[in-house]
C-alpha cells in the first residue's frame, strides 16, 4: 500500500491542524494504521493507533486529550486532528498501515510494527 500524507504546515502555539493520509489500495480497511512523528535530531516517535475496523484506538501519553485519530474506510483515508499544539510538537509527521485482515481489532505501537510509510509531513508551531 502507498500512502500520501498531506496537511502539515506553520501554526502558532495552541492553535491546530489536521492531518490526512491517504491510501492507494481499497483494502484500506485491512490495514491497522498510526501516526508517528519525527523532531530534529530525535528518534520516531509513535503517536496514535487505530486497528483496521476502528473500533480500538490508542493514544501515547504525550498527545493523549489533545491528538485524535481516526479513518475513513469508505475514503481510504487517516486523520490526525491535532489541538491545542505547543512548540514541542514541531515535528515531521508519518502516516504507517500494518496488513491486519485477520486481527481487524487490534492496534500497534510499535515503529517495527509498520511495513508501509508515508513521506511525511512538516509541522511546525512558532510561538
Known amino acids: 500500500v502507498q500512502l500520501q500524507a498531506c496537511g502539515g504546515g506553520l501554526v502558532q502555539t495552541g492553535g491546530f491542524l489536521k492531518l490526512s493520509c491517504a491510501a492507494s489500495?481499497?483494502?484500506?480497511?485491512?490495514?491497522?494504521m498510526a501516526w508517528f512523528r519525527q523532531a530534529a535530531g530525535k528518534e520516531r516517535d509513535f503517536l496514535a493507533a487505530v486497528s483496521a475496523n476502528g473500533e480500538t484506538i490508542h493514544y501515547a501519553d504525550s498527545v493523549k486529550g489533545r491528538f485524535t485519530i481516526s479513518r475513513d474506510n469508505a475514503k481510504d483515508t487517516l486523520y490526525l486532528q491535532m489541538n491545542s499544539l505547543k512548540s514541542e510538537d514541531t515535528a515531521v509527521y508519518y502516516c504507517a498501515a500494518r496488513g491486519s485482515a485477520s486481527r481487524r481489532s487490534y492496534y500497534y505501537n510499535a515503529r517495527n510494527d509498520y511495513r508501509h510509510w508515508g513521506q511525511g509531513t512538516l509541522v511546525t508551531v512558532s510561538s
Open positions: 489500495e481499497r483494502t484500506f480497511n485491512s490495514y491497522a
